[in-house]
């Protein structure tokens, strides 16, 4: 059985940092495409940023320069580095796991920018 778990989220104040982590197990986790999205209260969830099993990594406009998307395979763990926290960064973010066998999905981790 897939399991995708997340951690890390908690209340932080603009300008600050987060790291989250997700750990994933009964999947081939070198094989998967790793991700982190998000929802915030009343949105769709929208991508956060990727990392292919290739080594590639992509990530959405908003959040470019200011995180850093990172994986350990040997830790079947993936990273997600937040630096320079805003207000509309507030939101659940969701892990991901991918392969083409798989498609799991965390329960989120909320994380909370105060102004």
């Known amino acids: 059985q897939v399991q995708v778990v997340e951690s ?15 750990a994933a197990s009964g999947i081939i986790f070198s094989s998967a495409t790793v991700g982190w999205y998000r929802q915030a209260p009343g949105k ?13 990594t992509n990530y ?5 320069g200011r995180f850093t998307i990172s994986r350990d395979n040997a830790k079947n763990t993936v990273y997600l580095q ?13 892990c991901r796991a991918r392969t083409t066998r798989y498609d799991a999905w965390g329960q989120g981790t909320q994380v909370t920018v105060s102004s």
């Open 8 to 22: 890390g989220g908690g209340l932080v104040q603009a300008g600050g940092s987060l790291r989250l982590s997700c």
């Open 44 to 56: 769709q969830r929208e991508l956060v940023a990727t990392f292919t099993s290739g080594g590639s």
């Open 60 to 64: 959405a406009d908003s959040v470019k």
């Open 82 to 94: 937040m630096n320079s926290l805003k207000p509309e960064d507030t939101a659940v973010y969701y």
